[in-house]
């Protein structure tokens, strides 16, 4: 791979080598991940299901958003900033495991369905007032998201099955 110099670099870095050697660093960053994952689920599940019109519907949407965004981007912060050390710990195996990959470009394309969300399909409206009938254009976006997001979940869980040994 092209970038092999530089994930050998990054992976030999103090903070990395610190990372991997210590017997209960790696753990805890892990666990920081995980729950900071489930945080990043939990509150665009709710997000979505007002979304598909499942829940919340006597709230607008645009107040459900105002209630969890905030948790989801402290949340997600977390999650790329404990994701980022456990990648640098072993930058190279990461960066050439297919579920790694895969992890990633579902977030990116979770991204995308949000921006297309925020940017075309609610810029600057109170969308959906409570008890209106929910657009097909919110609830294929809500239910888009919640299938991108259960398989980042499952592609992170076959990375760990994936990289045993190593």
């Given at each position: 791979m092209i970038f092999d110099p530089q994930l050998e670099w990054l992976q030999a870095t103090a903070l990395a080598v610190t990372l991997r050697e210590n017997e209960t660093l790696f753990p805890f960053v892990e666990g920081v991940h995980v729950l900071a994952i489930t945080l990043v689920?939990?509150?665009i599940s709710i997000m979505d299901m007002r979304l598909i019109g499942l829940a919340w519907r006597e709230r607008s949407v645009d107040q459900v958003a105002r209630s969890v965004l905030p948790?989801?981007?402290?949340?997600f912060a977390a999650a790329v900033v404990s994701g980022?050390?456990?990648?640098?710990?072993?930058a190279p195996k990461y960066a050439h495991n297919d579920f790694f990959f895969r992890k990633m470009v579902l977030i990116a394309m979770a991204g995308i369905?949000?921006?297309?969300f925020h940017l075309l399909l609610n810029p600057n409206t109170n969308r959906d007032s409570s008890g209106r009938a929910v657009p097909v254009s919110d609830r294929v976006?809500?239910?888009?998201?919640?299938?991108l997001w259960i398989g980042v979940?499952?592609?992170g869980r076959w990375i760990g099955f994936?990289?045993?040994?190593?």
């Open positions: 689920f939990g509150s948790v989801t981007w402290v949340a980022a050390l456990l990648f640098a710990s072993n369905n949000m921006a297309i976006v809500g239910v888009v998201s919640l299938l979940i499952a592609c994936t990289m045993i040994g190593g």
